[in-house]
């Protein structure tokens, strides 16, 4: 199996800062993409921001500028820096991966349970 488990979300005033984290866990032979989704009540699922093992980042327009995608692939790990917050950013956060468990030939999207942000006004 493989789990993703996302931490760091929270409640916080406009301006302010946030960190996620996502680790993934189990038997992963490969990660490809990992990214950060985000839907709030009522809404789609959005991307937010999303990385690929080679380096190439994505990002919504509405986070541009204030949100940053990194991961430390040793640790199978994808983090999500958040700056200059907005109310509008308010969602449950949700991690995925593109992943090759071990004894599959195909890449599997999964999913984490997600971590609630919410920014006061």
């Known amino acids: 199996q493989v789990q993703l488990v996302e931490s760091g979300g929270g409640l916080v005033q406009t301006g302010g800062s946030l960190r996620l984290s996502c680790a993934a866990s189990g038997s992963i032979v490969t990660i490809n993409t990992m990214g950060w989704y985000r839907q709030a009540p009522g809404k789609q699922r959005d991307l937010v921001a999303s990385l690929t093992s080679a380096g190439s980042t994505n990002y919504a327009d509405s986070v541009k500028g204030r949100f940053t995608i990194s991961r430390d692939n040793a640790k199978n790990t994808v983090y999500l820096q958040m700056n200059s917050l907005k109310p509008e950013d308010t969602a449950v956060y949700l991690c995925?991966?593109?992943?090759?468990?071990?004894?599959?030939?195909?890449?599997?999207?999964?999913w984490g349970q997600g971590t609630q942000v919410t920014v006061s006004s």
């Open positions: 995925n991966g593109r992943i090759r468990r071990a004894g599959d030939y195909v890449w599997k999207d999964y």
